[in-house]
């Protein structure tokens, strides 16, 4: 086949194959959609009518609550009617003991009243109702007081409009009851929601998507909740008709871009092919003014700007060259390395010529491991593509790894060795080692990824890693000048490792006890507020453990400070063996340490406490004693408990509520735990009923929205509180 044929069985082939595949999907996609969108629809609607039942029944609550709260029975009865008076319940029931009832307001809905605490509703809902227990000042129980509110059309027609979506209330039996449904649709949506289960959605047949809710525990009411899709009509036919013009249109195009493009390509072709062998001089002939025309004349003007690029770069590499020693200072300054090593490779191939280059470091199990490469895609024999962490060469391996082994240079042609070193291919190569700079001392280890390995005979050389290039243009081979400017470009990596390691060092040490390994007082002071903004967000809860060693003093007054300090680094390695990978234990100072133990409850902490004060106080701790001898030293802690939010609103709270809890601990006859106490609520002696606490004009009250009336101790919460969740230990 020509190349005009290829051209054009190519250009339709990629004009018209998405075009099928996208008119036969797109049916299916846009059929997705609307179901996703409708979905997303019920869902919000599903939440809003949750949230509108609960506002409900908090409110039905609350209303309970003032008339339970008014000791006399003559008060009691005028501020059920109060309550009704002013919109809050639509009936106060009071009943007995006995079961009998000793009030009931005026006007109430019919039976049955559904709990709002039941889980679900057992037949006919008519009214649902709050019930709170009504107790004397003695606290003996007198009975109940239940607050109801209707629940009828006009109810329903309320969450419709809140939610903006049908809705429908049924029975027991799965009949309707009340429903804002078009009297066309109900039969279809009632079919669909006998066949939805649980959340999923389902669809009716003439494009509408149901979905039930409840009955569950705080909203007892068995609802149906539908939309209409949005599907447009006439798709299909419009498909077909995009599908036959672009058809069209394609055969066109490509009939006329094959006749037009191949004998410019062909010339094309043939000039770039030169140029590819470094003939900067070749020049393609421009035969038209269209997008091949103005692609030769950029072609052309590519090959000049491109020689004259040459000869300036050829020109400019000695001052590039003198340049390096303010380079050298400026990267010696920086602490990231993956950034130094990147400039530090860029700047040696611009220097050099170069066409790819990679630095590699030496790791813990005598590896060179990549760091960063350039231009290197392509070259691996495996195919892999070029990401740092494929180059991976033994010491003594291939090139790269003798550079490391044996510390001196490397320059020449590359020759393919079998098996494979790993390294990539090439025709021209040099390699540089880098060595810590002298005086130095060796850090690192297999811990610290990226960086050398602690081992001083790891190499016998010494060498940090290795700086390679490889290729020239005109396969021309790396000439001594390029190897003394690979080295200082080495040194300046050499520099860099160096101080990116120290800074490490300096930053760890500076937030570690030295003796214990432990965080210290100041990572304490961040981490607390770290992870209590952390738990304030997701709604989750902190433990915090205050730990004193009892009688410590005794402890460095008997067999010395020595001993003494053998006894913490013991408990700290206790410590860090019983708790878990995302906690935290901190040394605060002298005998004191800290536990942070992220999203767990009081219960989840006490145990950790228990754990922590077994496995202290069942094994004395083996000390070298004034004689030399061993001794073994028992040894008890004090554990003071507080939780984030129950204890405390702030982090440095939270540790002074478990710091007194400790001091409790140690009240109490040390050698245990005391978990911190509950701050007293604020006393309250009566509720009043505020007068504009009235329900909005839909009949519906917003969770959280207008003045909330005070509550009293163990009265009904006035506004939503965040979720509180916990993972117990």
Not at 381 to 410: I, N, S
Not at 685 to 709: C, F, M, W, Y
Request: aromatic share 4%; with cysteine; charged share 20%.
């Amino acid at each position: 086949m020509t190349l005009r044929g290829r051209l054009t069985a190519a250009f339709l082939t990629v004009v018209l194959g998405p075009v099928l595949l996208g008119a036969f999907f797109v049916g299916s996609t846009l059929s997705a959609v609307d179901r996703g969108r409708a979905t997303e629809r019920l869902g919000l609607a599903a939440a809003g009518v949750r949230t509108s039942v609960d506002a409900l029944c908090q409110q039905l609550r609350a209303a309970a609550d003032a008339v339970a709260l008014v000791a006399d029975p003559a008060a009691r009865s005028r501020a059920a009617d109060q309550v009704v008076s002013r919109g809050l319940a639509a009936a106060v029931q009071i009943v007995d003991t006995a079961g009998r009832t000793s009030y009931a307001t005026l006007g109430g809905p019919a039976g049955p009243w559904q709990d709002c605490a039941a889980d679900a509703a057992t037949g006919p809902v008519r009214a649902l109702a709050a019930r709170v227990r009504l107790r004397d000042p003695a606290g003996a129980d007198l009975g109940t007081v239940a607050a109801a509110q209707p629940v009828d059309p006009a109810f329903v027609a309320r969450l419709a409009a809140v939610t903006g979506v049908g809705v429908t209330l049924l029975d027991d039996p799965g009949r309707i009851t009340h429903t804002t449904e078009d009297r066309e649709v109900r039969a279809a949506v009632l079919a669909a929601a006998r066949e939805a289960d649980g959340d999923r959605v389902t669809g009716t047949a003439d494009g509408r998507y149901v979905r039930r809710i409840g009955p569950s525990p705080g909203q007892p009411l068995p609802l149906v909740l539908s939309v209409p899709g949005e599907r447009p009509p006439g798709l299909y036919a419009a498909l077909v008709g995009a599908v036959v013009l672009a058809a069209l249109l394609a055969v066109l195009a490509a009939w006329r871009l094959a006749r037009v493009t191949t004998r410019p390509l062909v010339e094309l072709a043939g000039a770039v092919d030169r140029v590819a062998h470094g003939d900067l001089t070749a020049r393609v002939p421009v035969r038209s003014r269209d997008e091949i025309g103005r692609l030769a004349a950029a072609f052309n003007r590519m090959t000049r700007e491109t020689g004259s690029y040459v000869a300036a770069l050829t020109s400019s590499r000695d001052q590039l060259r003198g340049h390096l020693t303010v380079l050298g200072d400026t990267l010696a300054s920086t602490h990231d390395l993956q950034r130094i090593l990147r400039v530090i490779l860029h700047s040696a191939i611009v220097a050099t010529g170069a066409r790819a280059g990679a630095v590699l470091l030496l790791d813990g199990d005598g590896v060179l491991v990549g760091q960063c490469v350039e231009g290197l895609d392509g070259r691996w024999p495996t195919g892999d593509p070029a990401d740092p962490a494929t180059l991976r060469v033994p010491v003594g391996a291939g090139v790269l790894g003798a550079v490391a082994a044996t510390g001196e240079p490397l320059r020449g042609r590359w020759e393919a060795v079998d098996p494979p070193t790993g390294e990539p291919s090439c025709e021209t190569y040099v390699a540089v080692p880098f060595a810590a700079p002298r005086g130095a001392e060796p850090r690192g280890g297999p811990d610290r990824p990226g960086h050398p390995p602690a081992d001083d005979d790891a190499t016998e050389s010494g060498a940090l890693g290795v700086l390679a290039l490889y290729d020239r243009p005109g396969a021309d081979e790396f000439d001594d000048g390029d190897l003394v400017t690979l080295r200082t470009f080495a040194g300046h990596a050499a520099v860099a490792v160096e101080n990116v390691r120290v800074h490490e060092e300096a930053q760890r040490l500076s937030l570690t006890d030295p003796l214990t390994g432990l965080w210290n007082y100041r990572y304490l002071r961040e981490s607390i507020r770290r992870e209590v903004e952390r738990a304030n967000r997701f709604g989750r809860m902190l433990s915090v453990l205050a730990l004193d060693l009892d009688r410590f003093k005794d402890v460095n007054d008997t067999w010395g400070h020595a001993a003494g300090d053998a006894v913490l680094v013991e408990f700290a390695r206790r410590v860090r063996g019983e708790i878990r990978e995302v906690d935290l234990a901190f040394r605060q100072g002298g005998e004191e340490f800290v536990v942070l133990l992220p999203e767990t409850d009081a219960r989840g902490a006490t145990i950790v406490a228990e754990r922590l004060g077994s496995v202290v106080r069942d094994q004395p701790v083996r000390v070298e004693g004034h004689t030399g001898e061993p001794i073994a030293v028992p040894v008890t802690v004090s554990i003071g408990i507080a939780v984030y939010p129950d204890h405390a609103a702030g982090g440095q709270q939270v540790l002074d509520a478990a710091d007194d809890a400790l001091y409790a601990a140690k009240a109490a006859g040390r050698d245990g735990y005391r978990l911190a106490r509950a701050p007293d609520p604020v006393p309250t002696q009566e509720i009043p009923v505020v007068a504009a606490a009235v329900s909005p004009p839909d009949g519906l009250p917003r969770a959280g929205a207008g003045d909330a009336a005070p509550v009293a101790q163990g009265g009904a919460s006035s506004g939503p509180h965040p979720p509180r969740q916990s993972r117990g230990r």
